[in-house]
């Protein structure tokens, strides 16, 4: 009876499997605790063995599922994920991590050969998914880190593949290698987060003026404000090093309301003394979702007497791919009231003319 017993409870100890021994049910691929377990093990061997760690993101996939509703949006994330699985040969462990994600971890390290597996991965996604008969076009953002060289420990490798994915999202460039100068949250940024805010309140933020010149002329059409950083420790700081750290603290706004009043001042400065200057200013993508910032560029306009023409808004392609609902609102908004919006660097993102009209640039 006791031996019956005790072969009675070890059968249901087999029963009971733990979590990350199932594969993810929708793909079937690992799920994401069996992936971290392989990628501790990897890291664990990293110095011998140098590998890469791919992290897979579908662009817009959230709009796709409100479409199509989840029934669809899951045979998409289960076509994606069969492709995904047959694009890579040389992986030691392919999953879906969650939601739109993937990941996988190389054997290889060397970046000519990842960036050969990369642009096979995109490739595979590139034509169309078929699901109930309804053509769906789908793309896909990478991250990439390399061990050891971006990190000796799983979850900094982890996080950094992540960075390089959130960069190749905003950037919309197909995939990223990890790269510090594009993390923001390095050691020496989270250093500026303490003493940003203290930076705007005692004018140690420093606008400097780049002429924009008249091709045609030779003659100077107007000025950009660039922002600088008078660090008292660190020297000057460009703007892209410390204006990702005021997005993600949410000051932003501080410091863009700040970055408008200056110039419009010096805007009017000029006028005054007889030369007109029309002056652009660049906008976070953040700056958009500030429902009064209309309202403070005209209230600003009005408190110094200065025509509207004057004040040129700047914004890059990837600003207007981020949330065009909003920018285009915020835009229109402004315009309506005169300021001149121009677009910067067009060309080097994916929005088409087409989406262009959708935005009352100048330029």
């Known amino acids: 009876m006791k031996a019956a017993g005790r072969q009675k409870d070890l059968s249901k100890a087999e029963l009971i499997v733990p979590e990350w021994a199932h594969p993810d049910l929708l ?25 890469g760690l791919i992290v897979l993101g579908l662009d817009r996939f959230r709009d796709i599922n409100h479409i199509l509703g989840p029934r669809s949006g899951d045979l998409l994330l289960k076509q994606v994920a069969q492709r995904f ?35 096979a991965i995109l490739r595979a996604l590139d034509a169309p998914f078929v699901i109930e008969q309804l053509p769906i076009d789908l793309s896909a953002s990478i991250g990439v880190a390399l061990c050891p060289k971006h990190g000796g420990d799983a979850d900094l490798l982890f996080q950094h593949a992540n960075i390089a994915l959130e960069y190749t999202k905003q950037f919309g460039r197909g995939y990223s290698v990890y790269n510090e100068a594009n993390d923001p ?38 000025v950009e404000a660039l922002v600088h950083w008078n660090h008292p420790v660190h020297g ?43 002056v652009a200013v660049n906008l976070s993508p ?20 200065l025509p509207a023409k004057l004040l040129e808004i700047e914004i890059t392609e990837s600003v207007i791919l981020t949330d065009a609902r909003h920018i285009s609102k915020a835009l229109h908004d402004l315009s309506r009231k005169g300021v001149r919006i121009f677009i910067d660097d067009f060309g080097t ?8 009209k959708r935005f009352p640039s100048q330029e």
């Open 27 to 51: 793909t079937e691929l690992p799920n994401r605790r069996r992936f971290t377990e392989h990628l501790h093990q990897a890291v664990a061997e990293g110095h011998r063995m140098p590998f």
């Open 85 to 119: 699985d047959q694009a890579i040969d040389n992986a030691t462990t392919k999953a879906r991590i969650g939601g739109d994600e993937f990941a996988a971890i190389l054997g290889t390290a060397s970046e000519s050969e990842i960036d050969a597996i990369c642009n």
């Open 185 to 222: 949250y390095t050691q020496l940024k989270r250093a500026y987060v303490g003493g940003l805010r203290n930076a705007i309140e005692q004018n140690q933020i420093t606008l400097y003026y780049q002429p924009k010149v008249d091709l045609h002329t030779g003659g100077t059409r107007g």
């Open 236 to 278: 000057t700081v460009l703007a892209q090093q410390f204006v990702p750290v005021a997005e993600r603290t949410g000051l932003i706004h501080a410091l863009s309301r700040w970055v408008l009043r200056s110039p419009i001042a010096q805007c009017d400065v000029c006028r005054r003394l007889g030369r007109e200057m029309p």
């Open 286 to 305: 953040r700056n958009f979702h500030d429902d009064q910032l209309p309202d403070y560029i005209d209230g600003l306009l009005e408190r110094y007497k």
């Open 349 to 356: 993102g994916y929005s088409s003319l087409g989406h262009l």
